[in-house]
């Protein structure tokens, strides 16, 4: 597979202006601007780095202001986890999260629909992994829409892990909640995933179980999520297509200075990652598709 910087990306694809070739963290990819939104997506590692839906003061996403030189991975926007979420139980010395997130990534088509809302599609340049390929769609207006359809295009079942690493940008991690996870169970990564425990009431780092950190994947989730902002008045309302399964991520005060990228910044971030992980895997028959997706809308206030 290719990995590395991606090279120029070719102006004849753009949609009519809106989207404009750029140079992002030291890295090609794409600056979208309409009237209904301003988003960046890279073409390494085909990642979306930010979005912000007129009217808002604050990018929806969070990413590093100290980004790592590549060919490391960027922190922030949404990294795409694929075709394995976390390590690879078979082969353990492969990256975590799969292989795409510092691959070139190719823009195939875009153009604006009659709504004004800007359409993209993406394919890595390395083609078939272990038998899957992979697309990825956005649709960038004052909503946000992602969906990566995963095909095998083997002879053979194969099995499918992956992740919309999505960090949502907040006021203070400290006061931000999470509604509907209550009365879900989740697998912990502190406790090496050993036993289910249930969730009573909304996310917040103030858990009594574990407090100030977050590293969890919630199981038999029902892909309907607000985040609450009080630092930043607004919430966040995740809707989720072909997952049963929601990582809620956040390192805390010591795994954040233990990262160069992140440091005193893991106040500024939630990630909550729609997945098919833990107990929520894909098995794909040969010639057949997985879409896997995210729905974002930004609502005034603290409903």
Same mark, same amino acid.
């Given at each position: 597979?290719?990995?590395?910087?991606?090279?120029?990306?070719?102006?004849?694809?753009?949609?009519?202006?809106?989207?404009?070739?750029?140079? =992002?963290?030291?890295?090609?990819?794409?600056?979208?601007?309409?009237?209904?939104?301003?988003?960046?997506?890279?073409?390494?590692?085909?990642?979306?780095?930010?979005?912000?839906?007129?009217?808002?003061?604050?990018?929806?996403?969070?990413?590093?202001?100290?980004?790592?030189?590549?060919?490391?991975?960027?922190?922030?926007?949404?990294?795409?986890?694929?075709?394995?979420?976390?390590?690879?139980?078979?082969?353990?010395?492969?990256?975590?999260?799969?292989?795409?997130?510092?691959?070139?990534?190719?823009?195939?088509?875009?153009?604006?629909?009659?709504?004004?809302?800007?359409?993209?599609?993406?394919?890595?340049?390395?083609?078939?992994?272990?038998?899957?390929?992979?697309?990825?769609?956005? !649709?960038?207006?004052?909503?946000?829409?992602?969906?990566?359809?995963?095909?095998?295009?083997?002879?053979?079942?194969?099995?499918?892990?992956?992740?919309?690493?999505?960090?949502?940008?907040?006021?203070?991690?400290?006061?931000?909640?999470?509604?509907?996870?209550? &009365?879900?169970?989740?697998?912990?990564?502190?406790?090496?995933?050993?036993?289910?425990?249930?969730?009573?009431?909304?996310?917040?780092?103030?858990?009594? !179980?574990?407090?100030? !950190?977050?590293?969890?994947?919630?199981?038999?989730?029902?892909?309907?999520?607000? =985040?609450?902002?009080?630092?930043?008045?607004?919430?966040?309302?995740?809707?989720?297509?072909?997952?049963?399964?929601?990582?809620?991520?956040?390192?805390?005060?010591?795994?954040?200075?233990?990262?160069?990228?992140?440091?005193?910044?893991?106040?500024?971030?939630?990630?909550?990652?729609?997945?098919?992980? &833990?107990?929520?895997?894909?098995?794909?028959?040969?010639?057949?598709?997985?879409?896997?997706?995210?729905?974002?809308?930004?609502?005034? &206030?603290?409903?």
């Amino acid at each position: 597979m290719t990995t590395g910087v991606p090279g120029p990306v070719p102006d004849a694809v753009l949609a009519e202006g809106a989207v404009r070739a750029t140079l =992002l963290d030291e890295r090609p990819g794409w600056r979208i601007e309409t009237a209904q939104a301003i988003a960046e997506v890279s073409a390494y590692g085909g990642q979306v780095l930010a979005w912000r839906p007129s009217g808002q003061t604050e990018d929806v996403f969070w990413r590093t202001s100290q980004p790592r030189p590549a060919p490391a991975p960027l922190r922030g926007g949404v990294p795409v986890c694929w075709p394995w979420f976390g390590r690879r139980e078979d082969v353990p010395d492969l990256p975590a999260h799969g292989v795409v997130r510092t691959q070139a990534w190719r823009l195939t088509d875009t153009w604006i629909d009659a709504d004004g809302v800007v359409a993209m599609t993406l394919v890595p340049e390395g083609g078939s992994v272990d038998g899957l390929t992979l697309t990825q769609e956005l !649709r960038i207006g004052q909503t946000f829409e992602q969906t990566l359809v995963s095909h095998n295009v083997g002879d053979v079942p194969l099995l499918l892990t992956q992740a919309l690493h999505s960090y949502f940008r907040v006021g203070d991690a400290l006061g931000v909640e999470v509604d509907g996870l209550d &009365g879900h169970d989740y697998l912990d990564k502190f406790e090496h995933y050993a036993a289910l425990r249930r969730q009573r009431g909304p996310w917040s780092l103030y858990d009594l !179980r574990d407090p100030g !950190r977050s590293d969890r994947i919630y199981v038999e989730a029902e892909g309907r999520y607000v =985040l609450r902002d009080p630092a930043f008045d607004r919430s966040l309302r995740l809707t989720s297509a072909g997952s049963r399964s929601l990582v809620v991520w956040n390192p805390g005060e010591a795994g954040g200075r233990a990262m160069d990228d992140v440091g005193d910044a893991w106040r500024a971030f939630v990630c909550l990652e729609v997945a098919n992980a &833990g107990t929520d895997r894909v098995t794909l028959a040969p010639g057949t598709s997985h879409r896997l997706s995210q729905r974002i809308e930004v609502v005034a &206030g603290l409903p």
